[in-house]
């Protein structure tokens, strides 16, 4: 196939032309400066070859130009697709990137995330059990919306736990949330927003993983931060939870810091503290013999920390329950977040085992049991505090963008 005409180039074979411009001719086509007569100049290597063909303009006023032009593609084959596919794909569409909330999964080995994850569309279904309106999850893409129905299928019918996760998984979720009144009653609000979240195994988190800087840059770029506190795995020296917490909140603060990001010399970030298993036996036992547990006086009755008080229930089981590092954690979250930042939630991905008619039960109210080697749940999960956490996140960040968006306004007032 011959080059394409270039008007900025000499012709191959020639010299620059040092007379005039090639002028046009009545019928298009292009006649190369010269002799008088048309014929092209020799130069002193020789006669030099005739010049490509110059293609008609697309929008050619002679008909013959175009017929020409069909004839002379008719000898070059179409050019197959590289990628066949018999559905052509579509662009997600789940709100614009202002709608897009970031999330950060954190927590140490065994703390379980991937078993909150997969318990969060459970919690999203049964939230209007408890109150006005509900909530419901989907995901954007096929895989997030795999995870979604395996971690439900496993979690209801199959009634086991999740494997956890290896490496890192991103998932984004569309999250669409009953309408909520606004300030003094007026100006309504349906929370309807695209969730990124970054499921990572534990270990990820510990100092010198090879993955921890991608991690951390992750976490950086996030709006809010789950953080699940396991106090049954930080008895354990491979699953203390400031063993994960520490070096990471330094990479953090460092990166967050060159990016001229900390507010008061503190991480940005919303957090959610879940104090993880709350129906383990070796928790919730002293945690209701020490009145912590208040039980809820309809539905299912369950057992639940009320919100105005888990801030001094995590300090309890930091400076009491668990005692030694687990303070060390709460110090850290103190100087690393503004405390008014944080919230704290007692919360349980399973639930409780309850009764034929669904009531919780204080003599009988073990979830999990080992069955052939394996942990099986004894009744279909009712999660505790797993969706609010993330409602509560949504909350604070939408509050943020709209100061800073009336802050915005007030600026450019000023500036006017």
């Known amino acids: 196939m011959p080059d394409l005409y270039d008007p900025n180039r000499p012709y191959p074979g020639r010299e620059e032309p040092d007379g005039p411009t090639p002028e046009a001719t009545g019928n298009g086509t292009a006649r190369p400066a010269g002799h008088g007569d048309g014929s092209p100049r020799a130069t002193s290597a020789g006669p030099a070859p005739a010049p490509a063909p110059i293609p008609a303009p697309a929008q050619s006023p002679d008909p013959a130009h175009a017929r020409a032009g069909a004839d002379e593609s008719a000898h070059f084959p179409p050019v197959p697709d590289s990628v066949p596919s018999p559905e052509p794909g579509r662009v997600p569409s789940g709100g614009a990137d202002a709608d897009r909330i970031r999330i950060g999964l954190w927590g140490a080995p065994r703390s ?141 603060t460092a990166q967050v810091r060159n990016r001229q990001e900390l507010v008061g010399g503190r991480l940005p970030h919303h957090v959610s503290v879940c104090i993880t298993k709350f129906d383990h036996p070796d928790i919730f036992k002293p945690s209701a013999e020490l009145g912590w547990a208040k039980q809820d006086t309809e539905g299912a009755a369950l057992p639940r920390v009320p919100q105005e008080q888990s801030e001094r229930y995590f300090q309890w089981m930091c400076d009491d329950f668990r005692g030694s590092n687990a303070r060390l954690v709460r110090d850290a979250l103190y100087a690393y977040f503004d405390p ?56 604070r960040v939408h509050r943020d963008r709209g100061r800073e968006g009336r802050a915005n306004v007030r600026r450019g007032r000023k500036q006017r």
């Open 112 to 252: 379980g995330k991937t078993t909150y994850l997969a318990a969060l569309p459970i919690a999203a279904m049964q939230y209007q059990r408890h109150h006005e309106g509900a909530w419901n999850i989907s995901g954007m893409t096929p895989e997030a919306n795999a995870f979604l129905s395996q971690g439900i299928d496993l979690l209801t019918r199959q009634r086991t736990f999740p494997e956890a996760t290896m490496g890192i998984r991103d998932m984004a979720w569309s999250v669409q949330g009953p309408q909520k009144k606004g300030m003094w009653g007026i100006g309504r609000r349906r929370p309807s927003f695209v969730l990124d979240i970054q499921d990572a195994a534990g270990e990820v988190f510990g100092d010198g993983h090879p993955q921890q800087a991608q991690l951390v840059g992750r976490l950086a770029r996030a709006q809010g931060l789950i953080y699940l506190f396991d106090p049954l795995g930080d008895a354990e020296e491979a699953t203390e939870n400031f063993n994960f917490l520490q070096s990471t909140l330094t990479q953090l």
């Open 340 to 395: 008014r930042r944080i919230s704290y939630y007692a919360t349980s991905a399973v639930g409780f085992r309850l009764t034929p008619q669904h009531v919780f039960d204080y003599n009988d109210y073990v979830q999990p049991v080992l069955v052939e080697t394996k942990q099986r749940l004894r009744t279909s999960p009712v999660p505790i505090n797993v969706l609010e956490p993330l409602i509560d996140l949504e909350e």
